[in-house]
């Protein structure tokens, strides 16, 4: 995990991704700040709104990458970069890493989160960074989707009512696209478009919804999952995660068990 905080932050990346995950943390720089993040769930659907810090978050950049780090990333099955939102240089570390990625072979992985905060600077972004030919997976949520591809959101995120605006994304970059809703997940590829089902649950939460699927999804890559299969993986993880009572993400075991489960049922696409 390479990224730059404060003190209080490595403390919390030590207990939460060393002590209880197992991430190594030896690249996590000091030095920072904080960023101050705020998430508000609304009614039974728990719609989730975000209120974040922009100037709480210390510009991380290509430049701020150390000898050591290109070491680590040379040795890595997968790259991934996130949260482009509050990183003022996010444009640069993400163009330049994949300008430093590509002829590698290593798979390499972008979710910006909401671009609606800085829209200003969306086009750069796509221009120098999401429509890299070196990025291989970009992945949106419906809401990120619209604006990716300056389309009006719609009121009912169905397959049929999205497809279209999946096309125009998918026509303007070279990587595969990742689109994951409440319910489904989509895969629009070289092969042509997957699309699976959410699973039925009571959500207690969605904050970090989105970050589960990631992980489930990043997991089913590197497993060398087929694309169903992997899109399944990822909303069997995000449906355990904000099903959790103490909310903890699943264990291998834990989603097998789910799945498992013969009263499992499937939304409607």
């Keep these: 995990f390479i990224c730059r905080t404060d003190e209080l932050g490595l403390a919390l990346i030590d207990f939460y991704l060393h002590k209880k995950a197992g991430v190594n943390i030896d690249h996590v720089k000091l030095g920072g700040r904080l960023a101050d993040s705020t998430a508000l769930e609304i009614g039974d659907e728990r719609i989730n709104i975000m209120i974040n810090d922009g100037d709480s978050f210390t510009p991380f950049g290509f430049d701020d990458l150390e ?87 719609v009121d009912q995120a169905t397959w049929e009512n999205i497809q279209e605006t999946a096309r125009i994304l998918k026509d303007g970059i070279h990587a595969n696209l990742c689109v994951h809703t409440s319910r489904f997940a989509a895969m629009l590829d070289a092969q042509g478009e997957t699309v699976v089902p959410a699973f039925k649950v009571n959500p207690l939460r969605t904050t970090g919804a989105g970050d589960n699927w990631n992980a489930g999804n990043i997991l089913g890559i590197l497993l060398g999952l087929e694309t169903a ?34 009263n499992l049922e499937l939304k409607q696409i």
């Design 67 to 153: 000898e050591r780090d290109f070491e680590a990333i040379q040795h890595c099955d997968l790259v991934g970069m996130f949260d482009w939102c509050m990183n003022r240089k996010g444009t640069d570390l993400a163009s330049r890493l994949l300008d430093y990625m590509q002829g590698r072979g290593i798979p390499t992985y972008y979710d910006t989160s909401d671009p609606a905060p800085r829209c200003g600077e969306m086009p750069e972004l796509m221009e120098k960074a999401v429509a890299h030919p070196a990025l291989n997976f970009m992945n949106v949520n419906e809401n990120e989707l619209h604006q990716y591809a300056c389309r009006k959101m």
């Design 229 to 262: 299969q992997r899109l399944l993986l990822a909303n069997a993880v995000a449906a355990n995660y904000i099903t959790s009572p103490n909310c903890e993400r699943p264990t291998l075991t834990e989603l097998i068990n789910f799945l498992e489960d013969p």
